[in-house]
């Protein structure tokens, strides 16, 4: 089934793909943990200062709305990829299907 030089285009293949998603694991992940990182830093900060001010608050929750609405943004082109990845399977299976000989 496998043959003498099958092992290493099965390692290029597994180092590729696992660099494919270490990369778009940085890309996706980075904005999200800047985001949480710093409201997590002021959180810290108004549970530090027992009398914490309105402002610092409201920012902290202004803060928190942009990390959901940012999960929400990297979520909405995660479906979009889901799609468009489903959409190209369909057409290489409809391609593939239509390549077969008819049987007359």
Known sequence: MFGPGDGIAILGMVLALLLTLSIGGFILLLPITKRLGGALDQWIRIKRSEGASEDEIARFRADMEGFRLLLDS???RLERVEEQQQFVETLIEKK???ALPSGT
């Open 74 to 76: 990297v979520d909405d």
């Open 96 to 98: 593939g299907s239509a």
